[in-house]
Structure formats: structure tokens, C-alpha cells
């Protein structure tokens, strides 16, 4: 059975940190890319980062530029994204999609081939 799950979510104090991680059961992530999106309570999801597979090449929302890196450990079936600085206006909830080699689906505004359930992140004092 294909799967991805996130792991990671939670709360954290602004200016905090935390890091994400989407595993894959059932499927090499060797030849996917693998992109992060987010839902905020009544908005929009929205792509946050995206990594391609076999170059690593990257893409970030210009929102969250400088402050989150994605990156994958094929070995460990697992992408990560690595949230720094986080503000009040990174709470969503985060999920994890796969899409074949290049991160085309990303870009175009979410067509994926699989999907997680996604993590809770809330940043709050």
C-alpha cells in the first residue's frame, strides 16, 4: 500500500524551530519529487517547497524563503523540511505529495500523484 506520512507537527514558540519529515511506505522515493503544501484554517492550501528527485533541485514560496530548506535521504525513504524562524503566519496544517521526477505539479498548483494526511503545525506564545 502507498503511503506518506508527516511527522514532526506541533506547537512551537515564535522565532522557534522545527522539522518535518514525510516517510514513504509502499514506494521508493528514489524517481519522485516531493513537495510540501500547507492549509491555514479558512484559506487557500499553498505550495511551500518542492524537491525534485534524482537532482535535488529546489523551489520555496517566496514566504518562507531563507527560513525553510527541504531535503531528502533516499536511504531513508524520507524528505525533510527544516523550519527555522517560524512566525504566527506559518500555523497550518502541512502535507507531504509525491509526483513523478520533476516538481511540474508543484509549481502548477498541486497535481500530485500521492498525498499524506498531513501535521498540525501551530506557531503561538
Known amino acids: 500500500q502507498v503511503q506518506l506520512v508527516e511527522s514532526g507537527g506541533g506547537l512551537v514558540q515564535p522565532g522557534g524551530s522545527l522539522r518535518l519529515s514525510c516517510a514513504a511506505s509502499g514506494f521508493t522515493l528514489d524517481n519522485y519529487a516531493i513537495g510540501w503544501f500547507r492549509q491555514a484554517p479558512g484559506k487557500e492550501r499553498e505550495g511551500v517547497s518542492c524537491i525534485s528527485s534524482s537532482d535535488g533541485i529546489t523551489y520555496y514560496a517566496d514566504s518562507v524563503k531563507g527560513r525553510f530548506t527541504i531535503s531528502r535521504d533516499n536511504a531513508k525513504n524520507t524528505v525533510y523540511l527544516q523550519m527555522n524562524s517560524l512566525k504566527p503566519e506559518d500555523t497550518a496544517v502541512y502535507y507531504c505529495?509525491?509526483?513523478?521526477?520533476?516538481?511540474?505539479?508543484?509549481?502548477?498548483?498541486?497535481?500530485?500523484?500521492?498525498w499524506g494526511k498531513g501535521t498540525l503545525v501551530t506557531v503561538s506564545s
Open positions: 505529495a509525491a509526483e513523478d521526477y520533476w516538481c511540474t505539479g508543484y509549481l502548477l498548483g498541486g497535481g500530485m500523484d500521492y
